[in-house]
T-cell receptor, first 114, second 114 residues
Framework: DADVTQTPRNRITKTGKRIMLECSQT?????MYWYRQDPGLGLRLIYY???????NKGEISDGYSVSRQAQAKFSLSLESAIPNQTALYFC?????????????FGPGTRLLVL | DQQVKQNSPSLSVQEGRISILNCDYT??????FLWYKKYPAEGPTFLIS?????DKNEDGRFTVFLNKSAKHLSLHIVPSQPGDSAVYFC?????????????FGQGTTLQVKP
């Protein structure tokens, strides 16, 4: 079984709709991250969380919100989706301390906003 | 402001030859660097890393070189195999910040021809 899972894997939505992307992990890691990938721009950090009570904005948090429901679950919400949020979204996890930079990624969610 | 840059969007090499992927960074505070590999429809996976106290790290066919004065790192794959065909991302981190946050480059698509 995959250590980091994301649902859904693909989603098509319309402008103005609210959607939620979910991430679950069985690695027992404290830290979780949300990234988006766009062609020619690499991966950019949206939000990150070091534990259930800790939420931090990344490079491009505008238009997004997150919820850390449990150590193993981290959700990303688009309150009112717009077409330029069409992208590939990745969740990642890492442990605290030594090796914290090594992040483990989920398979991604491909989102299309019409 | 792209702090980590991979200026070659793509690279094509023959099987058995050396692949050299390059990455430049601008922030002298970065002190830990990683390479990730990504296949289509999968999340990035960690490949190899290097601390700024070293100038070389080797793992099997993969070697990462770091030139701090030039703010440049490279990934060498020898010998290249068709299964190495993927997108390669370099990433940088500031360990002193203890955040585990990564800044990614745009990625380079490697094609290894049989």
């Amino acid at each position: 079984d995959a250590d980091v899972t994301q649902t859904p894997r693909n989603r098509i939505t319309k402008t103005g709709k609210r959607i939620m992307l979910e991430c679950s992990q069985t690695k027992g890691h404290d830290r979780m991250y949300w990234y988006r990938q766009d062609p020619g721009l690499g991966l950019r950090l949206i939000y990150y969380s070091f534990d259930v009570k800790d939420i931090n904005k990344g490079e491009i948090s505008d238009g997004y919100s997150v919820s850390r429901q449990a150590q193993a679950k981290f959700s990303l919400s688009l309150e009112s989706a717009i077409p330029n949020q069409t992208a590939l979204y990745f969740c990642a996890t890492s442990r605290r301390g030594e090796g914290q930079e090594t992040q483990y990624f989920g398979p991604g969610t491909r989102l299309l906003v019409l | 402001d792209q702090q980590v840059k991979q200026n070659s969007p793509s690279l094509s090499v023959q099987e058995g030859r050396i692949s050299i992927l390059n990455c430049d960074y601008t922030n002298s505070m970065f002190d830990y660097f990683l390479w990730y590999k990504k296949y289509p429809a999968e999340g990035p996976t960690f490949l190899i890393s290097i601390s700024s106290i070293k100038d070389k790290n080797e793992d099997g066919r993969f070697t990462v070189f770091l030139n701090k004065s030039a703010k440049h790192l490279s990934l060498h794959i020898v010998p290249s195999q068709p299964g190495d065909s993927a997108v390669y991302f370099c990433a940088a981190s500031k360990r002193s910040g203890n955040t585990g946050k990564l800044i990614f480059g745009q990625g380079t698509t490697l094609q290894v021809k049989p």
